[in-house]
């Protein structure tokens, strides 16, 4: 008895195709049948399939089948090459120097605020100004730049002695670049509070407006 057991226990571990018939392809053998004709004596049925097969021939498909290729787009009168100019193109950018309610210089620039923040970024690098930080969410360019008002010392006793030059003094800033309905305001701060000095400012971003309008280089 204990053999017969595991006898079927194996059976069943390998496959019990011999005991469970699988009809999931019985399909493709059932023969299409008539269809039903009720006597005229019994009822006036006459019966019509709803879902009826139709009669195809099956077509003889090569071995191997090759997926076709769409056609490439073709956009007559642009060239590749454009089409990144046009898209640059399409929105201009405009700098202004103006001046807020408070009569603060501040830059305005006409685009959207990714663009601005990307070209605030730039110009400091073509400025040669020393980036130290920055928070993009925050809106903040964390710099340092050279205090011209700051009187410079030599370092050291024999630096003095022997007439070196003097170390430049530099001061941090901060550049804050903040959205409005009427475009992106840039403004430069001393910190997250208070605005940086009139001149300083106004030295500042009239070297951001001066970079931001020349055409780029790599563009020529």
Request: aromatic share 6%; glycine share 4%.
């Amino acid at each position: 008895m204990r053999l017969v057991v595991l006898t079927v226990m194996a059976y069943a571990v390998t496959g019990c195709s011999w005991l469970i018939h699988d009809r999931t392809n019985d399909y493709l053998e059932i023969e299409i049948q008539p269809n039903i004709v009720v006597p005229a004596e019994v009822a006036p049925v006459q019966l019509t399939p709803r879902l009826a097969i139709p009669d195809v021939q099956p077509k003889v498909l090569p071995e191997e089948f090759v997926v076709p290729r769409p056609k490439a787009l073709v956009l007559e009168g642009i060239r590749e090459s454009d089409q990144p100019l046009a898209s640059e193109n399409a929105a201009d950018l405009e700098v202004e120097l103006v001046k807020d309610g408070n009569g603060s210089a501040i830059l305005r620039l006409s685009v959207e605020y990714a663009r601005a923040w990307s070209e605030i970024g730039e110009a400091l690098k073509k400025a040669e100004i020393n980036i130290v930080d920055l928070n993009r969410s925050a809106g903040t360019y964390y710099i340092e730049v050279i205090d011209t008002l700051a009187k410079a010392e030599p370092v050291g006793f024999w630096a003095g002695l022997f007439g070196s030059k003097p170390e430049s003094v530099k001061k941090a800033l901060e550049i804050k670049v903040n959205r409005a309905r009427s475009g992106v305001y840039v403004a430069v701060h001393i910190d997250q509070e208070n605005l940086a000095d009139d001149a300083d400012a106004k030295s500042l971003l009239l070297s951001l407006q001066k970079h931001l309008q020349e055409p780029d280089k790599d563009s020529r």
